[in-house]
């Protein structure tokens, strides 16, 4: 019949349905693409697979991001499709993402046919070579029959070990030859438990310790796992701060709560995580941003007893010397920590009571320039929202104001890039809003994030996802024009914007569209954007002048002229 594949005269199946049939096999219920010839026969096989929903993204790095998202918030590995070439490079943004954040996830790239290879083909491009520093394994299938068996590697390495992605390149004649070969079973995960004796030395070393904090963040956490992390530390009284971007890995009402490390972090936390006398570090990498730049820990060897846990054995050392390290799944760890024996009292808990205060007073929104006060909608966005509420959120300074007034109640309630990528926040609210259709989504995005992947808005309108997206538009990139003026001042370069009406372009689109001048004006925006039966956008237009948390950029203009004034 026109229009329908040919029926096959034997029980071979082509090598698209064979990957298609090992996607069902392993759980996979969406996955994100664009599509390409160089994988028609996948796209084909997906016809007789409805129980698989495939999104196709406007450009290849927002599919990536969407898997990523999900990959993120499910746990699961995310899936994405690209064509070879420019669809693969593309692409390239969420897989960085994905690294730097330890998101289990796989990108399947179309490649040119196996005949052509080596020749510089149309689009071609050796995969191993470019994704070689973005990916857990790269690995491309010849043969047909070991599509299972290289599927089921995929799957199960993006989620043991250190979460993060995979990239499986399909040359075009592979997906379209016939093979008899048998179905791979479910991936498990399979993560390692800490051993008694460690975990009975991590004990030994906190009860000795008297300024103890706990920092938490990575991947392979799940809610039972932050519950259980939750228990150790109230029964241990013990402060806990946050990474960079994981701020619903711990909720942030419980009193042994302190705080986030990273961009926008309260100077006061910083100097208490350098203060410590102990450091439990879980799931953590201790990164760049983390650690201020390698300072606030310092390698090899911190000042601090580091007790160091890791899914990853490679991370163990890699920077840092612990004086314990435990290589364990953070499902296994938060477990074994729960149940360690509490003292009836500890001696740092009036340490942990200030860590408290600290973080308290530093929640309260600070004024800044304008008619909107950003820090006031935040934290009337932190009380108006369900408990379960997703915010996502790009790249940029505008960021730092969640960062710092924003409570998160329960894990994975934010979505956010550790690796920094701007334009991140749309097609991850997205995502978010296809796999969690009943929870609120908020997209906290700036104007220039917004313009990054902004094409995705009709991706949410096609598929039906239910997104509020907040944009603060200030009409530069903040966060470039702050270092410009605290290290150029007066020398402004190509930071400044010449935004569209967002409002229009969202209507465009079709989202419902609110504009708001004033901070009393956004509450009766956000209610009617949140009434509406479709996503929808406000354009929030805030001071330019109001570069941070605390400060504006004429003060750090002038700051930075002080500066730089010759004495005398």
């Known amino acids: 019949m026109t229009g329908t594949a040919a029926a096959p005269a034997d029980n071979l199946r082509t090598g698209g349905q064979i990957l298609v049939d090992q996607l069902r096999i392993h759980g996979v219920e969406r996955v994100f693409c664009v599509p390409g010839e160089s994988y028609l026969a996948v796209l084909d096989a ?19 991001i969407m898997a990523e998202a999900h990959g993120k918030l499910t746990g699961t590995p995310g899936v994405c499709f690209v064509t070879r070439g420019p669809g693969a490079t593309n692409a390239s943004a969420g897989m960085h993402i994905g690294f730097q954040d330890s998101t289990p996830m796989i990108l399947f790239v179309g490649q040119v046919a196996r005949a052509t290879a080596d020749r510089e083909a149309f689009q071609e491009i050796d995969y191993r070579r470019m994704y070689g520093q973005l990916a857990k394994w790269v690995g491309q299938i010849e043969d047909p029959e070991r599509i299972p068996e290289l599927v089921s590697r995929a799957f199960h390495t993006a989620v043991n070990g250190r979460p993060g992605p995979v990239v499986l390149a399909l040359p075009e004649d592979m997906l379209v030859q016939r093979a008899g070969v048998g179905d791979a079973r479910r991936y498990r995960e399979m993560q390692p438990a ?217 894990y994975r309630t934010q979505i956010g890039a550790t690796s920094g990528s701007m334009g991140y926040g749309t097609p991850a609210a997205i995502a978010a809003s296809l796999a969690e259709p009943e929870r609120t989504v908020v997209n906290w995005t700036g104007d220039g994030c917004l313009l990054m992947h902004g094409q995705e808005l009709a991706t949410a309108m096609q598929y039906g996802a239910k997104v509020v997206n907040i944009v603060v538009n200030n009409g530069m990139l903040g966060s470039i024009r702050i270092h410009q003026e605290r290290d150029y001042p007066t020398r402004v370069s190509a930071t400044a914007l010449r935004n569209p009406d967002f409002v229009a372009l969202a209507e465009a689109y079709g989202l419902h569209g609110e504009t708001v001048r004033t901070t009393d004006d956004f509450a009766p925006a956000f209610e009617r954007c949140l009434a509406a039966a479709r996503s929808s956008l406000i354009d929030l237009q805030v001071s330019p002048d109001a570069g941070t948390t605390t400060r504006s950029i004429g003060e750090i203009r002038d700051a930075a002229l002080a500066r730089l004034r010759p004495v005398g």
């Open 194 to 410: 800490p051993p008694p004796e460690d975990m009975e030395r991590l004990r030994g070393l906190l009860l000795k310790a008297e300024r103890p904090m706990a920092l938490l963040g990575g991947g392979g956490w799940d809610r039972q796992a932050v519950a259980g992390f939750e228990t150790f530390a109230g029964a241990f009284d013990l402060p806990v701060a946050v990474s960079f971007r994981c701020q619903a890995y711990f909720d942030n009402r419980l009193d042994q709560y302190a705080g986030h490390a990273g961009v926008g972090a309260d100077p006061a936390l910083n100097d208490r995580i350098a203060a410590a006398d102990l450091l439990l570090v879980a799931g953590a990498r201790l990164g760049e941003v983390t650690t201020g730049g390698y300072t606030i820990v310092r390698p090899p060897v911190p000042e601090q007893t580091l007790i160091h846990v890791h899914p990853g054995a490679e991370e163990l050392g890699r920077v840092y010397q612990p004086d314990l390290g435990i290589n364990a799944g953070m499902k296994h760890f938060a477990a074994a920590a729960a149940a360690l024996d509490a003292p009836e009292s500890v001696p740092w808990s009036a340490w942990r009571a200030d860590a408290r205060g600290d973080h308290l007073a530093f929640l309260r929104p600070h004024p800044v320039p304008g008619d909107v006060q950003i820090g006031e909608i935040v934290a009337w966005l932190s009380d108006r929202l369900p408990e379960d509420a997703i915010l996502c959120n790009g790249a940029g300074n505008y960021n730092t104001w969640l960062h710092r007034s924003f409570v998160f109640k329960g």
């Open 46 to 64: 997906f016809v007789d697979v409805p129980e698989i929903h495939v999104v196709t993204a406007r450009q290849e790095g927002g599919a990536a």
